[in-house]
């Protein structure tokens, strides 16, 4: 018998010190997270706040807008709400339960006189964590609390990064269709022009129809961008939580984005990247879920007693033996659901190793997103200063041409392909200024930037001293 009750005694404290564990960070590959991007331990662009990030005045009011009525925002925020009340109700299980239960009967027997009596009892029961389960619960609604304002701060740097994106796709389309307007005011002149030069047997009807055609194509493309920036206002509209409107905008040429594009090193983004550090609060709940599987196997204590008296009715409380004070204590443990519960450590165990898997891929997207914006930055630069030569050439060939058929070595078919040219020219040469501040955009959003990463330190209940 005594062997029975050590070996019992040694399987509880073994299994109880694999109950209280703490969650701690797996190991987690992160050299070469960037590829082949230089990192260095110094401070990111992701360290800036968006106001001080984006400085366009109008950008800024929309990005206001949207993060007090996006739809998103405010639900991330009741998320929030729901796991402030969960975490709470996880702490209070710490505490004893207490019930006052008062009773009255009456007592009538047949042909005799009736009597009354009554009691008050007050009783408590607390439940002794030996098993781990109230303590395991407690950390497991705390990490779900954390992450809950993670999911906040995730949605809120994907919003500032939308808006951001949308805004300047707005300027873009705008200075796209400010070319395109006077290019078609330029090609209606060369209509004229070719006309009269019919008239003056200089050219043919056919090179007057090719330049018709030519102008009427570039009068359609102005609906085509005219509509293109109606889509993108009514997305943004969206994105505002308001409805389809013209938005106060400034313009692409001056806009002041910033252009350090230093990443720091990639461990940073496990304390930086907010869908990082929610994959790891998950980890965490999976982690402490197991523990509570394991701590089935651990017969559960639970004190209890209550205190109160019991008399007739009328009568004042005299006598000791009306008095009720009671004291109990309750050792219980499943017999026939151990298979049950083996069945259910190895599902937690499982689920863990899912949300483990789940949180290394999640640091592997996050490296890749940051490898891909910065290249984007890196390629729309140097397709700028290629641009900016080739746009100098272009307008250097309309200028020659049209030089060259004022002394008859040249048609004027060849001005037009060269304005044509120059016109595509523009076009592209605006795309890249866009794929540039996009770049930028999309490296900040992947380096965790846009939100405030004290946050949720700062604003987290005190942690419950029992540990």
Not at 256 to 281: C, K, M, W, Y
Not at 383 to 404: F, G, M
Request: hydrophobic share 40%; with cysteine; net charge neutral.
């Amino acid at each position: 018998m005594k062997k029975v009750l050590y070996a019992l005694i040694v399987t509880l404290v073994a299994t109880s010190c694999t109950v209280y564990q703490k969650y701690s960070r797996p190991e987690v590959a992160v050299d070469n997270l960037f590829g082949a991007v230089e990192t260095k331990d110094t401070v990111t662009i992701a360290d800036i706040s968006w106001r001080e990030f984006f400085t366009d005045p109008h950008l800024q009011k929309l990005i206001e807008q949207g993060l007090q009525s996006n739809p998103d925002m405010q639900i991330a925020a009741q998320r929030v709400v729901e796991a402030t009340a969960s975490l709470r109700t996880a702490k209070l299980a710490f505490y004893p339960s207490v019930a006052f239960n008062p009773s009255y009967s009456l007592n009538a027997p047949f042909n005799s006189s009736s009597s009354n009596s009554y009691s008050l009892p007050i009783s408590a029961s607390w439940e002794v964590d030996i098993t781990g389960r109230t303590l395991n619960s407690k950390r497991s609604a705390q990490a779900a609390y954390e992450q809950s304002h993670l999911y906040r701060q995730s949605v809120q740097t994907a919003l500032i990064s939308s808006i951001a994106n949308t805004y300047y796709t707005l300027l873009m389309l705008d200075a796209q269709l400010e070319i395109s307007r006077s290019t078609a005011a330029s090609w209606k002149e060369n209509v004229r022009i070719m006309k009269a030069m019919k008239l003056a047997g200089m050219t043919n009807e056919a090179s007057v129809s090719q330049t018709e055609a030519n102008s009427w194509e570039i009068d359609a493309s102005l609906y085509d961008l005219q509509y293109d920036i109606l889509q993108v206002e009514n997305a943004l509209a969206l994105l505002l939580g308001t409805t389809p409107q013209k938005f106060e905008r400034g313009t692409i040429h001056n806009q002041n984005i910033n252009s350090n594009l230093s990443v720091g090193i990639p461990a940073q983004l496990l304390t930086r990247r907010p869908d990082v550090r929610s994959a790891e609060r998950s980890l965490q709940q999976a982690f402490y879920a197991t523990n509570i599987a394991e701590g089935s196997f651990i017969p559960s204590l639970t004190l209890g007693g209550s205190l109160g008296w019991q008399d007739q009715l009328g009568k004042a409380v005299t006598s000791p033996a009306s008095w009720l004070v009671t004291f109990t204590a309750r050792l219980a443990t499943d017999i026939f659901n151990a298979g049950a519960k083996r069945a259910n450590l190895k599902i937690a165990k499982a689920k863990q190793e899912q949300a483990l898997i789940s949180f290394r891929h999640t640091l592997l997207i996050a490296g890749n997103e940051v490898n891909d914006a910065l290249a984007k930055c890196q390629t729309a630069r140097s397709k700028k200063d290629i641009r900016k030569h080739q746009i100098t050439a272009l307008e250097s060939a309309v200028n020659s041409t049209r030089q060259l058929m004022s002394h008859s070595e040249s048609t004027y078919l060849e001005v037009l392909t060269a304005q044509q040219k120059l016109l595509s020219a523009q076009l592209s040469q605006i795309a890249d200024s866009f794929e540039e501040i996009q770049g930028v955009i999309n490296l900040y959003h992947a380096l965790g930037g846009g939100v405030d990463h004290t946050e949720d330190i700062s604003t987290l209940p005190k942690r419950n001293k029992r540990k």
